[in-house]
Nanobody, 125 residues
Framework: QVHLEESGGGLVQAGGSLRLSCTAS????????MGWFRQAPGKEREFVAA????????SYADSVKGRFIISRDNAKNTVLLEMNSLKPEDTAVYHC??????????????????WGQGTQVTVSS
């Protein structure tokens, strides 16, 4: 059984920062690509950032590039998302996803097989 748990969301003013964490209950975590997606009310789940199994390659949505940083700590089975210079448009529920073992990182939700419940991020103006 695979279980993902996100944490770190909250309320922050525009220009502020938050650090999201996702912990996975899965063995051989280092072989799974990981991703962060977000979903705002009335919108589809959209790609935010992804990281390959080694942590050497990352990918970001244009809307967050230069502001967000994704990283992973395989020893702790965690993936992190540092969010800086937050904007009201960043308000959403943020979910982490776990991809296929040995697969490449992906910006497509269908490439991820397990998801966490999500953590709410609210940015006020």
């Amino acid at each position: 059984q695979v279980h993902l748990e996100e944490s770190g969301g909250g309320l922050v003013q525009a220009g502020g920062s938050l650090r999201l964490s996702c912990t996975a209950s899965v063995r051989t975590f280092s072989f799974y690509p990981m991703g962060w997606f977000r979903q705002a009310p009335g919108k589809e789940r959209e790609f935010v950032a992804a990281i390959d199994w080694s942590g050497d390659s990352t990918s970001y949505a244009d809307s967050v590039k230069g502001r967000f940083i994704i990283s992973r700590d395989n020893a702790k089975n965690t993936v992190l998302l540092e969010m800086n210079s937050l904007k009201p448009e960043d308000t959403a529920v943020y979910h982490c996803g776990l991809g296929g073992v040995g697969a490449s990182m992906s910006e497509t939700p269908t490439a991820y097989f397990y998801w966490g419940q999500g953590t709410q991020v609210t940015v006020s103006s």
